[in-house]
């Protein structure tokens, strides 16, 4: 993922239990972006932290994950997003990654449903939007991937608790963990 291109500048906060990339997307609007890496806990004496990304406000020092800006820029945010993670492994040797979409909250749908466009009927299409395309990425480019990652899958059971397994290409999963594979 170090390797990405047409990438925007970062500005790096890192703390004890906390790491974050500040850029600004440029399209439609300026729009102060943030990819924040939060400890969420241990698993097997490792730490596992979050990746979280969205709008961010500066007055209230807050990330706005329920907003989709749609500022024309999709690729290069997304480009920015993961090219943080070589870095997050770098001041977090050890640790697992675990990656899920704000929009996989069982609540999501019945919210998305007030102000959603799409009127959808049964199923909610932006439910799970955000880690489908995280997965689809893996997929796409899963063998240079695990050359230096190891990958695995969650599915929530009806606690809403999160079931780990080796990651199979395609397979539909709430979550993914990635851990940096030792070189």
Not at 10 to 22: G, P, T
């Amino acid at each position: 993922m170090s390797h990405l291109k047409d990438i925007y500048e970062l500005q790096e906060d890192k703390s004890i239990l906390n790491l974050k990339f500040f850029f600004i997307s440029k399209g439609r609007q300026d729009v102060v972006k943030v990819v924040q890496y939060a400890f969420v806990q241990k698993l097997n004496g490792r730490n596992v932290y979050n990746l979280g990304f969205d709008d961010y406000d500066l007055d209230n020092d807050v990330i706005i994950d329920h907003i989709n800006t749609n500022n024309g820029d999709a690729y290069k945010v997304f480009n920015t997003i993961l090219s943080t993670i070589p870095g997050f492994f770098k001041s977090y040797d050890g640790s697992i990654l675990m990656v899920q979409g704000s929009d996989g909250r069982p609540e999501f749908p019945e919210h998305c449903r007030l102000t959603c466009r799409k009127k959808c009927l049964n199923e909610c299409k932006n439910h799970n939007r955000r880690i489908t395309i995280y997965r689809g990425y893996i997929n796409k480019h899963y063998e240079a991937l695990t050359t230096e990652y190891h990958f695995f899958g969650g599915k929530k059971d009806q606690a809403q608790h999160i079931l780990l397994e080796p990651y199979e290409r395609y397979k539909t999963y709430d979550s993914v963990f990635i851990f940096q594979k030792k070189i």
